[in-house]
């Protein structure tokens, strides 16, 4: 992944469109060239700018100012959606400190190869957006702790544009999986970790198959209880039917599937998987000094991480924490459905609810 920082205050691109508004900070994308080859790197120009007369405040993780680690681009490839395959990360829940302060009348502009985090190397005409949503993408409160008397908005995204690239592989083909490093059969194996974590990861799997069991009995009890609305907010049948549905599939990821977890991650963070990459988690720092269960725990932490796979739940991340949690599931319960966390604070069930 290469990410150059430039200048901050103009588009130099020849190819470049307008920006759409999010209350005061826009978003822009631009390329410099119209047509790439199959050895042009897919690279493009992402400028955020506050058009209004206050400070605008960021989340970090959801700006492309440093090393991506969410999905921030809608592409598609001749009109089907290219999936994100880059990662996806358990953070706790943000602080004043993680928003990236953009100051009246500023820019700030970087530029990002894309190639790494979307399949570009089948032929095809493709549009690309940046594009990233979360109910905490803008702060309420800034870094020194005055609030900010404004309805925040949960989405920012840049007109997209259009591409030609003549790839690797003709028009038409079928993108196949990432190969996986670990065998087809059921069971654990671990990567880089040492004999005290393999058996903290053992007990932490075998705590998140109780979690993924334990809400799966609850969901195949047709049950729609406080803990049900607290995480995933009022009955909608449809709704429910796709809760359930995840929960099939988590209980059965842990059961049956080839799980391998890494331990060589040194990011401050949980957990982070790539989605498209079943079943592998890689672990974090904040990981070892979870609890086993409980709130924000190892168990749960696995199962945050094992909801995020295309082939389990496909969950997003549009909130961390229990009290963004459950106010999601409050203002929008389809994005509670969606959000990772839910799930995990769901199979917790800490404290107990019925």
Known sequence: MNLKHLGAFALAASFSLGAYAADGLTASISMDKRALGPRDDVVVHVTLTNTSSVSQYVLKWHTPFGEIEESLFDVTRDGAKVPYE?????????????????????????????????????????SIRYSTKSAKLFSNVDPVGKAVDKKQPDTLESPALSVS?????????????????????????????????????TTAVSTAQGMA????????????GTRYTKWFGSYNSGRYSTVKSHF???????????????????????????????????????????????????????????????????????????????????SDPSKAIDNADSHEYFGENTPALP
């Open 165 to 201: 690239i003549e790839g690797t592989l003709p028009r038409g083909t079928v993108a196949k999986a990432p190969e996986q490093p670990f065998p087809s059969a059921a069971g654990l194996s671990f990567s880089k970790c040492t004999t005290s974590q393999q058996a903290d990861i």
């Open 213 to 224: 069991n334990d809400g799966d009995a609850y969901l195949g009890a047709n049950k729609t």
């Open 86 to 126: 880059g990662m996806h990360v358990k953070r706790p829940a943000p602080t004043a400190a993680d928003y990236y302060v953009i100051q009246p009348g500023k820019s700030h502009k970087v530029t990002v190869e894309l190639s790494q985090m979307y399949n570009m190397s089948i032929s095809g005409d493709y």
């Open 248 to 330: 099939v599939a988590l209980k059965d990821a842990f059961a049956t599937k080839p799980i391998t977890v890494d331990c060589g991650c040194k990011k401050t963070y949980y957990a982070y998987v790539y989605p498209t990459q079943p079943y592998k988690i890689y672990v974090c720092k904040a990981f070892w000094s979870a609890p086993m269960s409980g709130t924000d725990s190892k168990g749960g932490t696995l199962v945050h991480e094992m909801s995020h796979f295309n082939v389990v739940a496909g969950t997003d991340d549009w909130v961390y924490g229990q009290s963004g949690a459950a106010s999601l599931a409050i």
